[in-house]
T-cell receptor, first 113, second 117 residues
Framework: ETGVTQTPRHLVMGMTNKKSLKCEQH?????MYWYKQSAKKPLELMFV???????ENNSVPSRFSPECPNSSHLFLHLHTLQPEDSALYLC????????????FGPGTRLTVT | AQTVTQSQPEMSVQEAETVTLSCTYD???????LFWYKQPPSRQMILVIR??????QNATENRFSVNFQKAAKSFSLKISDSQLGDTAMYFC??????????????FGKGTKLSVKP
């Protein structure tokens, strides 16, 4: 297993709920990423952080709010989600921004009811 | 804009046999990287193999090798002596090469490979 962990592994939430996804990397990396993986669609990059600064936001709706308090932790705060937001959310990290090898976590399977 | 296409949504292979997964991409750039990632049913995605576009020699990693055809913009993955543990989703990915640093990873939709005993 890689040194990237994600919690929870499964989450079911209603459209009015607020929840957070957590990612932690134990690799000493400086960059972290959030991806969305939907069925039959390519992985979509959502957010990128380098040294705790957000460097990319790929036109993600504001109901998704990332937070990177330090280089080891990354959160994705969720509120007022839609059923189409149901997907697998993957966290990844790399030594430096855009280093060629990204290490992925196991993902959080999110279901919005 | 760059795109990555994997035309085989699902494939199966008998254990110990060889299978080839297809990937094509589109870019107007000449300097880039190509990758194959594997996502087993446990969902943790791992890098299988990487190819730099400026290298003519095809990358190999043990039982995994690629056939990189730059002019045709094709990047197929060959798995030799398939093992049950090779059962997974395989994603082809592309990124630009900015003087040694890669850009945004762009993924294909994936190919689900099943290795049968």
């Amino acid at each position: 297993e890689t040194g990237v962990t994600q919690t929870p592994r499964h989450l079911v939430m209603g459209m009015t709920n607020k929840k957070s996804l957590k990612c932690e990397q134990h690799l000493g990396h400086n960059a972290m990423y959030w991806y969305k993986q939907s069925a039959k669609k390519p992985l979509e990059l959502m957010f990128v952080y380098s040294l705790e600064e957000r460097v990319e936001n790929n036109s993600v709706p504001s109901r998704f709010s990332p937070e990177c308090p330090n280089s080891s932790h990354l959160f994705l705060h969720l509120h007022t989600l839609q059923p189409e937001d149901s997907a697998l959310y993957l966290c990844a990290s790399s030594q430096d921004l855009w280093s060629y090898e990204q290490y992925f976590g196991p993902g959080t399977r999110l279901t919005v009811t | 804009a760059q795109t990555v296409t994997q035309s085989q949504p699902e494939m199966s292979v008998q254990e110990a046999e060889t299978v080839t997964l297809s990937c094509t991409y589109d870019t107007s750039e000449s300097n880039y990287y190509l990758f194959w990632y594997k996502q087993p049913p446990s969902r943790q995605m791992i890098l299988v193999i990487r190819q730099e576009a400026y290298k003519q020699q095809n990358a190999t990693e043990n039982r995994f090798s690629v056939n990189f055809q730059k002019a045709a913009k094709s990047f197929s993955l060959k798995i030799s002596d398939s093992q049950l543990g090779d059962t997974a989703m395989y994603f082809c990915a592309f990124s630009l090469n900015y003087g040694g640093s890669q850009g945004n990873l762009i993924f294909g939709k994936g190919t689900k490979l099943s290795v049968k005993p």
